[in-house]
């Protein structure tokens, strides 16, 4: 069974650009989860989708969006890029959405910006 | 405000020791504590506990969850330099959003 898969695995880019990440779940998975890991932050939720629908949202600004579409995948985006946005940003899926479920993550987009 | 705390925050050990690593949490409606082990790149599922008491194990690794006291250690026997790596440890409280703790780094030495 094919494991999460993110694209692209690397990205540079500049202030003030926009960009998106895509994230492709584990097979029957239907929860998608985003993370955004920093080495002075460690690993913090951006939102979940399941079903299409965001269910759950972190502590990031409006600049960051999300949505997944009817085949599970989802796409995360992030606009006006400040140099602080720069991270390993980590997708994860999860069976149903249950809490009793593990998420499983994928390697991961490392996203740049100069 | 829900948090995790991992110690010690890095180890080095040589192979063959034994390590134990350490996860307390303050979480609101806690579902369940996550183990993950991060190398270079995406963080690999280790184990989940839902209930105190009982371990789990794999291998070389187990993990128990004490709910009352509200922590969890993983344990690794016998060592290998193929165990260097990021443990995380993560909690799911109210909803699906895992929250992480620092991570504690291991270091094994040939």
């Known amino acids: 069974k094919a494991g999460v898969t993110q694209t692209p695995r690397y990205l540079i880019k500049t202030r003030g650009q926009q960009v998106t990440l895509s994230c492709s779940p584990i097979s029957g998975h239907r929860s998608v989860s985003w993370y955004q890991q920093t080495p002075g932050q460690g690993l913090q939720f951006l939102f979940e989708y399941f079903s299409e629908t965001q269910r759950n949202k972190g502590n990031f600004p409006g600049r960051f969006s999300g949505r997944q579409f009817s085949n599970s995948r989802s796409e995360m985006n992030v606009s006006t890029l400040e140099l602080g946005d720069s991270a390993l940003y980590l997708c994860?899926?999860?069976?149903?959405?249950?809490?009793?479920?593990?998420?499983?993550f994928g390697d991961g987009t490392r996203l740049s910006i100069l | 405000e829900d948090k995790v705390v991992q110690s010690p925050l890095s180890l080095v050990v040589h192979e063959g020791d034994t390590v134990t690593l350490n996860c307390s949490y303050e979480?609101?409606?806690?579902?369940?504590l996550l183990w993950y082990k991060q190398e270079k790149k995406a963080p690999t599922f280790l184990f989940m506990l839902t209930s105190s008491g009982i371990e789990k194990k794999s291998g070389r690794l187990s993990s128990i969850l004490d709910k009352k006291e509200l922590f969890s250690i993983l344990n690794i026997t016998a060592t290998q330099t193929g165990d260097s790596a990021i443990y995380l440890c993560?909690?799911?409280?109210?909803?699906?959003?895992?929250?992480f703790g620092t991570g504690t780094l291991l270091a094994v030495q040939p």
């Open positions: 994860a899926s999860s069976l149903e959405g249950d809490r009793n479920q593990p998420q499983h």
């Open positions: 993560a909690v799911s409280g109210a909803t699906n959003k895992l929250i």
């Open positions: 979480v609101t409606n806690f579902r369940s």
